[in-house]
């Protein structure tokens, strides 16, 4: 009777060992490799541009960093003036809506460690804005208002998206094309467009991408910060560009 029992004892130990534990994950089975889609990737860039429908003015305004008797002395910037800025604005033909006064930022030109004031605004009328500007200066010198120490100037178009949309099917169009070229390098046929990603790049000649982005960032930051001095998109009076760097994927076909 006791030999039974271990005989028994002994079959179920080696049955519940050929069970496969339920909670144990199956095993994946990688996908052979001859049923693999080959794929090929490669950027595409592409711009739009429109003629701008406003721009946006920044002037940085401040004084000399003043010298005490150990050095440079910090002092806050003079804000007498600014409203009475505000008010020549106005009566200027600039919404007020879109002024804006900073009483304490950076003061760029002077350097970080002496703070200044900017004023910024937009302005409709972009083929009087070189003129509007010449007598705003004119007008800041006659009243001894407040200095000017730097001006910025970045235009817009209120529908951005709609020729984002374009440098979009511009960029997806060149890497297309250069992604036909490749393929016909290795001997095979271009096949569907498997995933597609914005990129943005640091090179100089495709570092302006980012679409409407970067034309917001140049309205928040100027010019030379997002853009940089060498961009190649435009950003003038008479036409306002986008650019799209992507990366695209393509299927390959025998």
Known sequence: MQMSAKVLLLVCSLVLTLIPVASAAAPIEAEPLSDQIPTLSV????TASAVPDSARVQIQIGQE???GPVGPKFELPDTAGLEE?????VENGVEESTIKVDFLSNNFPVGLLQPGSSLTFAYRDTARLR????????EMEAEQGPSIQNMQVAYQVDDCGAIEEAAMNAALEN???RATRMAALLEMNLGRAVSV????GTNVAVGASGGCIAVS???SFGLESVMGSMSPLTNSEEEVEVGILLRATFALEP
């Open 85 to 89: 800025v505000r008010d020549f604005l």
């Open 43 to 46: 950027l595409g860039f592409g």
């Open 65 to 67: 960093t003043p010298f």
């Open 175 to 177: 890497a297309r094309q």
């Open 217 to 219: 960032g140049l309205a």
């Open 131 to 138: 003129e509007f500007l010449q007598a705003f200066v004119r």
């Open 197 to 200: 990603s914005e990129e943005h």
